[in-house]
């Protein structure tokens, strides 16, 4: 059978939804390692990245199922919630490569704001500062993070902020960001294209009078 037949088609769509359950897979394991070694305690960031895993998980088994017995229907649904996570994906991908420091700082303060202490607290030990911005705006805040702040930087006396720490890498991890999330974006309107063109094709040890 030549490439671009009926088992090419469905061979390669088969190995595409193999790598995404591995993606997957990998991501509850990070979440699952970050917790047990301590590096995470919010219960937010965990369930977050474990939701996105089972997510990405299950919508590569309902893939593979279908491209296995040629199941039309869980074909159609694959594809179309595929192509909805595809303009998602791009969308984000595309913001973040396009994102300038004014939108990065407006970004960080919105994003810090909704944490819950214990996220701030990992936060902050991790990258060893505390507070996010002292500005005039973030004050009061930024003094209530420092207060609750357990950095090893605290007890030299001479922590940097946290927003300085992360601004100053914004940029370059934004790209990083952006650019994987693009590459993986065309892999996924891959996926939607190997579906929809697996789906018209007619296997050719059915019945040749079957609807397809």
Known sequence: MVCGGFTCSKNALCSLNVVYMLVGLLLIGVAAWGKGFGLVSS???IGGVIAVGVFLL?????????????H????????????????????????????NRGQQVALLN???????NDTKTDLES?????????????RQMFEADVENCRAPC??????????????????????ILG????????SEILGVWLAVRYRNQKDPRANPSAFL
Do not use: P
């Open 58 to 70: 299950l919508i590569a088994i309902v893939g593979l199922i279908g491209a296995i017995h040629h």
């Open 72 to 99: 039309q229907v869980m074909l159609f649904f694959y594809m179309v919630i595929l192509f909805i996570v595809f303009l998602f994906q791009f969308g984000v991908s595309c913001s973040c490569l396009a994102m």
């Open 43 to 45: 219960i937010h960031i």
């Open 154 to 175: 605290k007890k030299e006396d001479r922590c940097q902020s946290c927003g300085d720490k992360m601004l100053n890498h914004a940029t370059e991890a934004l790209k």
């Open 179 to 186: 650019g994987v999330g693009l590459f993986f974006s065309f």
């Open 110 to 116: 919105s994003t810090w704001g909704i944490m819950l």
């Open 126 to 138: 991790q990258l060893n500062c505390c507070g996010l911005l002292n500005t005039t705006d973030s």
